[in-house]
């Protein structure tokens, strides 16, 4: 005769186990120092809970008040594709490292039927965990904006800015790096100095870096030593992009990308020319559709492990310590110094 399913045990269980009450079990479980217990006490609920193997129901927890020690990684995109899975590993990596030092597991959250949503339903299923963080190069602002509205604590990896009330983020702190890599092209004697960049501008990482470039010009000299910033459809103009550099006597520049760093210099070597003897090219530290060449690029590197990493060590300081303000913190960007920047071969 076949037995049926084994019942789980419950907190009234464990209770009448121990010979405790129940909000004697609910105490214990969620480790509360502010209610004080007998060690004797505490150690016969644990004893049962040991014996019974008792697991406390996430979402049980969460209604009642109590924090489940589980942090939610929520993103606007794919993560596992192989296009994208040097992009987010570091970003996971640290994530991960950090939540296992402060005692927090993570879960990671995706989307069912095919477009991802924070919300289904007018519900969040990221309320099963304590508070949760957002990546995404393109997120739905609509929903950032009314996760914030809910009050549900999370941290957006990356510059976000919204309508309305802030949103707490821990971002690369591109505009820093790019003005410390334009100086350096001015302190090297170059007089020409231009931005570009494929695609579209107005994404906030992309703002972040041309403020940079913009910052290093010395005041007043800013037409003087300054060329054009150009937005490039596809690398398909970067050919028409170098001639441009070589009409305005341009001998630096700060590429947005590698993949535009690599096909301005593949084109400067068909037409003879030399990176950086000829040119002098910086790169701000986007890969996105790099072919990896082996040029050693002089530019900066993005942090994601870092990034990663204190975005959770901050969204674990909101969860135990709330703030009424949002907090916005920046990761600096290390520098590489490469070998594609060097003093201008002449005068153009």
């Not at 005769?1 to 010979?19: C, E, F, K, N, W």
């Not at 209610?35 to 697991?55: D, F, H, K, M, Q």
């Not at 050919?239 to 070589?246: F, P, V």
């Not at 090219?281 to 994601?304: A, E, K």
């Amino acid at each position: 005769m076949s037995r049926g399913p084994v019942r789980r045990p419950t907190q009234a269980d464990i209770a009448r186990l121990a010979g405790v009450s129940q909000a004697t079990v609910s105490i214990v479980l969620n480790e509360r120092n502010d209610i004080r217990i007998s060690p004797t006490t505490r150690e016969r609920v644990l004893a049962a809970i040991r014996e019974w193997g008792y697991v406390a129901n996430a979402s049980a927890r969460s209604l009642a008040g109590g924090q489940n020690k589980i942090i939610g990684v929520y993103t606007f995109e794919p993560v596992f594709p192989t296009t994208s899975v040097d992009f987010y590993f570091p970003f996971l990596l640290g994530m991960e490292q950090a939540a296992a030092e402060l005692g927090y597991d993570l879960l990671m959250f995706t989307s069912v039927g095919g477009q991802r949503q924070v919300f289904r339903d007018g519900s969040t299923r990221l309320s099963l965990a304590d508070g949760a963080l957002l990546l995404g190069r393109d997120p739905n602002v609509e929903e950032v904006e009314r996760l914030r509205d809910t009050g549900y604590p999370f941290v957006y990896v990356g510059h976000r800015e919204v309508s309305g009330a802030p949103v707490s983020y821990m971002a690369a702190d591109y505009t820093g790096a790019t003005r410390q890599l334009t100086e350096r092209l001015f302190e090297l004697g170059h007089r020409r100095v231009a931005y570009a960049r494929i695609g579209d501008g107005g994404a906030q990482p992309s703002r972040d870096r041309e403020k940079g470039f913009r910052g290093a010009l010395p005041a007043g000299e800013t037409r003087r030593l300054t060329g054009p910033v150009w937005t490039l459809e596809s690398p398909d103009e970067v050919a028409g992009l170098l001639a441009e550099i070589r009409r305005g006597g341009i001998t630096a520049v700060v590429a947005e990308q590698v993949l535009l760093a690599e096909e301005l210099q593949a084109c400067a070597q068909r037409q003879g020319l030399s990176v950086p003897d000829d040119l002098s090219i910086v790169v701000l530290g986007d890969s996105t559709g790099s072919r990896r060449t082996g040029t050693l690029w002089t530019g900066l590197v993005v942090p994601r492990e870092q990034m990663g990493r204190q975005a959770t060590q901050l969204l674990v300081r909101l969860l135990e310590a709330p703030e009424p303000e949002a907090r916005r913190e920046y990761v600096e960007c290390p520098l590489m110094a490469g070998a594609t920047v060097a003093p201008p071969r002449r005068e153009q």
